[in-house]
């Protein structure tokens, strides 16, 4: 359910909004504008400023997925501090923690907005454990990746489904596969322009606007999980680990993503 609109943000008309598809548009054009709409981000240093002009440079439905985790929890203050129009939805896989679910309620009272939440299809679910058993994601990758194919991929693309813009919590001290995360990018896999507002945000400063602000988070945080997914492929990390060493800790690769955040930009893809 969309926020409500301040007038600095309903200025979706703007003369430097990215373009609208058309049958002679091309990639190229929506990724000169998303370059553009990056530069711009770079240029500005409040959040609340950066998804409002988000808002006035995407046309169509933003949205933007939220895993409840600290930096979603941020960017959800500043769409409800903003008022910027953007819609705002979660993925219940179904093996969620506990503490991630009061998450979403404390969310929601707090700041006064109706938080969609995507379920996976369960026929696909049952035929995934039907095939690999309820804990078969460790014993393979392929395992892991077609749970996380079936409990998130294939219901953010049906959120995703009619947007023109998505907004993430994304940042680029998360992981070394995230190091260059930009501000805003033409995935050509979704068909629209992918926004990371919090891109070049530092932990100490995240932390910090949490805690000024009051922020709700996931108490899990304090004990150990700075990044937080299922509960079933997440473990509180070791002193000195990478905040993402908790997820799929079985599993001895580099980059480790379910598939929602790892896709190619347009123009990477092309070289």
């Not at 430097?16 to 998303?34: G, M, N």
């Amino acid at each position: 359910m969309p926020t409500k609109t301040s007038k600095a943000g309903a200025a979706n008309a703007s003369p430097r909004a990215i373009r609208q598809p058309s049958p002679t548009s091309t990639p190229y054009d929506w990724v000169a504008e998303a370059d553009a709409l990056d530069q711009r981000l770079s240029e500005i240093d409040s959040l609340e400023e950066r998804l409002l002009e988000i808002t006035r440079s995407v046309p169509g439905r933003i949205t933007f997925s939220t895993s409840l985790g600290i930096e979603d929890q941020a960017v959800l203050h500043g769409i409800a501090r903003s008022g910027a129009n953007i819609d705002v939805f979660t993925l219940d896989t179904g093996r969620h923690f506990p503490e991630t679910l009061d998450t979403l309620e404390a969310s929601e009272n707090v700041y006064g907005l109706k938080i969609r939440v995507m379920f996976p299809e369960a026929h696909e679910v049952e035929e995934l454990v039907a095939r690999d058993g309820i804990y078969g994601f460790r014993m393979a990758i392929e395992n892991r990746k077609a749970c996380c194919d079936v409990r998130k991929v294939r219901p953010l693309k049906r959120a995703l489904n009619g947007a023109t813009g998505w907004v993430t919590g994304l940042r680029r001290e998360q992981s070394s596969g995230r190091a260059h995360v930009p501000f805003a990018a033409w995935d050509a896999t979704d068909g629209l322009v992918k926004l990371n507002p919090l891109a070049d945000w530092s932990l100490e400063r995240l932390e910090s606007f949490v805690a000024n602000n009051a922020i709700p988070i996931n108490p899990l945080h304090d004990r150990g999980f700075p990044s937080i997914g299922c509960q079933p492929c997440t473990r509180a990390i070791r002193p000195g680990e990478d905040i993402r060493a908790g997820r799929w800790w079985w599993e001895n690769e580099d980059g480790k993503e379910c598939g929602l955040h790892n896709r190619p930009r347009q123009k990477d893809a092309a070289a």
